[in-house]
C-alpha cells in the first residue's frame, strides 16, 4: 500500500472527497459530494494565493 | 454502547471483520485512537472527535483551510490504508460522522446485504491510479524563420503556438484512449475520474485522462510493467501510476448505496 | 491561526479585484488574437495591416505579463475554466 507522504495531496483529496462510499452521516446531511470537491478547490487555491504573499 | 455526551463517531470504512490488535498504534482524526464497531461478520472502523468541531458550520469552515484538510486527509487515508492491509475494505467518504457507536451499529445493520456484496467483489483486488499528461516540450512549437516585420513574426509565431498546442493535445487524448483501452485490458473494471487542474496538482503538461482501474492483487506488477511500456512507446505523453490504493473509486454506485 | 488568515484576506482583497479585471482582459486578448489568426489565414489582409495588428497584440501581451508580475499572478490564475472540478461556489 502508499505509505503515506508519498501519496501527492491532489490525489489524496481526488479519492477522499469524491470516492468512497456516502453514507448519510448524523452530522453531514447537507454536504453534498459537489460540495466537498468544491470546498477543497477553494482551499488549495487560498493556500496557494497564501504562500504566494508572504 | 453510549458515548459521553459530545463524542461523536468519525467513520473511516466497512469492513469484513478482522483483529482489532492488526490496528494497534494507528492513530485517526486529530490523533484519536481507531476502534472497530462490529455487526455480524462486519466490522465500521471508527475513532472519537467532538460533536461540535463536526456540525455542518464547524465542517465547512474547516474544509476551507487547507492545513485541517490535509492533516484530516492524511490521517483518514492512513486508517482506511492500514484496514486494507488487513481485510477487504470499503473506504468512507471524508467527514462521515455519527452521533455514536449505538448509530454506526444501526447503519451496518440496515446495510449489511449491500455492504457484504460489494466487499465480495472488492476482495482480493486492489485500486491502481493511472494519469496521462501532455508533454509541455511537445506543446512547444519550433522556432520558424524570422520575417524583418515583428508584428507579422508575432503571428506566425502565435499560430504555431496554437497548432503545436492542439496538436499536441489530440496526441495526447488519441494515446489515451489506447493506454485506457490497453489497461483495462488488465483490470477486473475500471473508472474515469475528472482531469486534474494543473493549478491543484502543480505538474508539467495537462492532464488528459485520470482513471482507476480495480486489479486482481496478484496482477499489479504486470499492470505497471504494462503501463511503464505504453509510457515509453507514447512520445508526447507522460503517464503516472498511482497506487495499490484502497478502493475508493470502486464503492458502490448511488442506485445500490448502502444505507 | 485565525488571526493569520485574516491578516491574508486583507491583502488578497485588492489582488482578487485585480485578478478578476485581468481575467476578463485576458480572455479578451484571446479572442482577439484568435480572430486576426483567423484574417490572416483567410488573406483578408494586406502585409501591412497584418503588421499593426500583430504588433498590437504583441503589446498588449506585453503590458498582460507586466501587471501579472506586478501582482504575482500565473496563466492558471487567469483561467476562467475551472474544469471538471466545476465553477467556484459564490461565497
New interface residues.
Given amino acids: 500500500m502508499n505509505g503515506n507522504r508519498e501519496v501527492a495531496l491532489v490525489d489524496l483529496l481526488d479519492r477522499l472527497l469524491a470516492g468512497g462510499v456516502v453514507l448519510t452521516g448524523d452530522l453531514t446531511l447537507a454536504i453534498a459530494d459537489v460540495d466537498l470537491v468544491h470546498v477543497s478547490l477553494r482551499a488549495l487555491i487560498a493556500s496557494i494565493d497564501a504562500g504566494e504573499d508572504r | 454502547m453510549n458515548e459521553p455526551f459530545g463524542r461523536?463517531s468519525y467513520?473511516y470504512a466497512?469492513a469484513r471483520s478482522f483483529d482489532p490488535a492488526q490496528l494497534a498504534g494507528v492513530r485517526g482524526v486529530d490523533g484519536a485512537e481507531v476502534r472497530l464497531v462490529r455487526y455480524r461478520d462486519l466490522v465500521a472502523v471508527v475513532s472519537p472527535v467532538p460533536?461540535t468541531e463536526?456540525?455542518?458550520a464547524a465542517?465547512?469552515t474547516k474544509?476551507?483551510?487547507?492545513?485541517w484538510?490535509?492533516a484530516t486527509?492524511?490521517a483518514?487515508?492512513?486508517v482506511v490504508?492500514a484496514v486494507?492491509?488487513s481485510s477487504v475494505t470499503?473506504?468512507?467518504?471524508?467527514?462521515?460522522?455519527?452521533?455514536g457507536d449505538e448509530?454506526v451499529t444501526e447503519?451496518l445493520r440496515q446495510?449489511y446485504r449491500r455492504f457484504r456484496a460489494?466487499l465480495d467483489r472488492l476482495a482480493g483486488r486492489v485500486e491502481l491510479?493511472v494519469k496521462v499528461y501532455t508533454d509541455p516540450q511537445a506543446m512547444a512549437p519550433a522556432a520558424g524563420p524570422s520575417a524583418s516585420?515583428?508584428?507579422?513574426?508575432?503571428?506566425r509565431r502565435?499560430?504555431a503556438q496554437?497548432r503545436a498546442h492542439d496538436d499536441a493535445w489530440q496526441r495526447a487524448a488519441a494515446s489515451a484512449e489506447r493506454v485506457d483501452a490497453t489497461l483495462a485490458g488488465l483490470a477486473v473494471d475500471s473508472r474515469r475520474?475528472?482531469?486534474?487542474?494543473?493549478?491543484?496538482?502543480?505538474v508539467r503538461g495537462e492532464n488528459v485522462l485520470?482513471a482507476a482501474y480495480l486489479v486482481d492483487a496478484g496482477r499489479t506488477d504486470e499492470f505497471a510493467a504494462v503501463a511503464r511500456c505504453l509510457d515509453a512507446e507514447a512520445p508526447g505523453t507522460r503517464i503516472e501510476l498511482?497506487?495499490?490504493?484502497?478502493p475508493?473509486?470502486f464503492?458502490?454506485p448511488?442506485d445500490e448505496?448502502?444505507? | 491561526m485565525t488571526a493569520n488568515r485574516l491578516v491574508i484576506d486583507d491583502d488578497t482583497i485588492e489582488r482578487d479585484l485585480v485578478k478578476l479585471v485581468l481575467t476578463v482582459v485576458e480572455l479578451l486578448r484571446q479572442l482577439m488574437e484568435r480572430q486576426a489568426l483567423r484574417r490572416v489565414d483567410k488573406g483578408d489582409l494586406t502585409e501591412d495591416q497584418e503588421e499593426r495588428i500583430g504588433r498590437t497584440l504583441m503589446l498588449l501581451e506585453d503590458r498582460m505579463t507586466l501587471l501579472r508580475e506586478r501582482y504575482r499572478l500565473s496563466d492558471q490564475d487567469l483561467n476562467l475554466d475551472l474544469g471538471p472540478l466545476g465553477p467556484l461556489l459564490p461565497r
Fill in positions: 461523536a467513520a466497512v460533536l463536526f456540525d455542518e465542517l465547512r474544509l476551507e483551510w487547507l492545513p484538510l490535509e486527509a492524511r483518514h487515508h492512513a490504508d486494507a492491509t470499503l473506504p468512507l467518504r471524508l467527514a462521515t460522522v455519527y452521533r448509530r447503519v446495510g460489494a491510479g516585420s515583428p508584428g507579422r513574426d508575432y503571428l502565435r499560430r496554437h475520474r475528472p482531469p486534474q487542474r494543473q493549478q491543484l496538482s502543480g485520470n498511482t497506487g495499490p490504493w484502497a475508493y473509486s464503492a458502490p448511488d448505496e448502502p444505507a
